[in-house]
């Protein structure tokens, strides 16, 4: 039988004392799903009114961005299977997956939603975008960084999967903190 969404919610840790206190990493989420939801927003300052023309090629390349984003993000989430949870506090008792999508990097789900935010920015050519896929950025590595904590103390092996995968994007300053 499915879950509702109220017991999917408290499988997860979801709590109204949660959201008053961040006990469970609640607040990332918000500030995650406020950045994504303003992705929405119209391009600003329209490159038009600048008198800057966008390419096609920018566009095409931008839809197709997204589309691998999603794809990778699809195959994040199936590979988590039960143990998926927006919060940076690992579910008790759930596993910890380390191949699949999880074998190309630590947080491939916070990866693709990198993706698709770059993806819409290239698509719109906004600087707006392009500003929201900074903070989107900012705020993923600093929910990853909370989440790799809670997975220390959950998973012992977790300190050895963290020195040989990538983070969130391999090589790349912020995102990528591989330890010695």
């Known amino acids: 039988m499915p879950e509702t969404l109220k017991q999917r919610l408290q499988r997860w840790g ?11 990493g609640e607040w990332w ?5 406020a950045l994504i939801a303003a992705h929405a927003l119209p391009p600003e300052p329209p ?4 008198g800057l023309p ?6 095409i390349t931008g839809a197709v961005v997204v589309v691998i984003g999603r794809a990778s993000g699809a195959q994040g989430a199936f590979n988590l299977g039960d143990s998926l949870s927006p919060l940076p506090e690992p579910i008790p008792g759930a596993a910890l997956v380390t191949d699949g999508a999880y074998g190309r990097c630590r947080h491939p789900l916070y990866q693709s939603l990198l993706l698709c935010s770059l993806g819409v920015a290239l698509l719109l050519g906004s600087l707006l975008h392009l500003g929201l896929l900074l903070a989107l950025a ?3 590595a ?16 977790y300190a050895a999967y963290r020195q040989r995968t990538p983070a969130i994007i391999p090589h790349l300053p912020g995102l990528d903190w591989r330890t010695a």
């Open 29 to 33: 989420v918000l500030a995650q799903m």
């Open 138 to 140: 900012i705020v993923l």
């Open 14 to 24: 979801f709590s109204w004392a949660g959201l008053r206190d961040n006990r469970h």
């Open 47 to 50: 490159l038009g009114a600048l």
């Open 54 to 59: 966008w390419p096609l090629a920018l566009r």
């Open 142 to 157: 600093l929910k990853a960084r909370r989440e790799e904590q809670r997975l220390c103390l959950s998973h012992p092996d």
